[in-house]
């Protein structure tokens, strides 16, 4: 519901409907990913279009998968680059994109705190998950809004090592 609210609001044609497939990228080789990729808008491509229904990433989706389903698209079939979201910027997609709705929690965030009366600047914060929204929002609660993240949670821990994105921030910004 929140989706098909955000896109109303911004003028965007985008109903907010999620579907998937469900299968744990992790097993998967990178060829098995693209069949699958490719396979998946080879059965739906009659149901989708910048007009019926624009296939989005969601969690473990990358660029490069929205790329091979771009690519997939039936030839012949006039291709607008609306007929897939989440594109790298060099297939038509559009930049700022992975960082978006991380900042946008913290639009919304800044906007209830001025409304409540807090300072921002004396407020701190415990994240729950680390994909692309809670990063980018960890990155501008502390630049664009002068917070503190306490701690952030994570389930995924098999690789064993923070992510680049926590690596930089536990560096620059403990201090």
Not at 78 to 104: D, F, L, M, Q
Not at 116 to 138: H, I, R
């Amino acid at each position: 519901m929140w989706m098909t609210w955000k896109c109303a609001v911004a003028d965007i044609p985008l109903g907010g409907g999620k579907g998937g497939v469900i299968v744990d990228p992790a097993t998967l080789s990178i060829d098995e990913k693209e069949r699958l990729c490719r396979g998946w808008i080879r059965q739906m491509w009659k149901n989708i279009g910048p007009r019926q229904d624009v296939p989005a990433p969601d969690v473990y989706t990358t660029p490069q998968m929205m790329s091979w389903m771009m690519d997939e698209y039936p030839a012949g079939r006039p291709v607008h680059p609306g007929v897939v979201t989440g594109k790298p910027i060099e297939g038509g997609g559009s930049e700022g994109r992975t960082e978006a709705t991380g900042y946008g929690v913290i639009y919304t965030v800044r906007e209830a705190m001025q409304h409540l009366g807090l300072d921002s600047t004396k407020c701190v914060a415990a994240l729950q998950g680390f994909g692309n929204v809670a990063q980018y929002a960890a990155i501008a609660f502390i630049e664009m809004l002068g917070g503190k993240i306490a701690c952030v949670s994570c389930w995924d821990t098999s690789t064993g090592r923070p992510t680049p994105t926590a690596t930089r921030m536990a560096w620059t910004r403990t201090s």
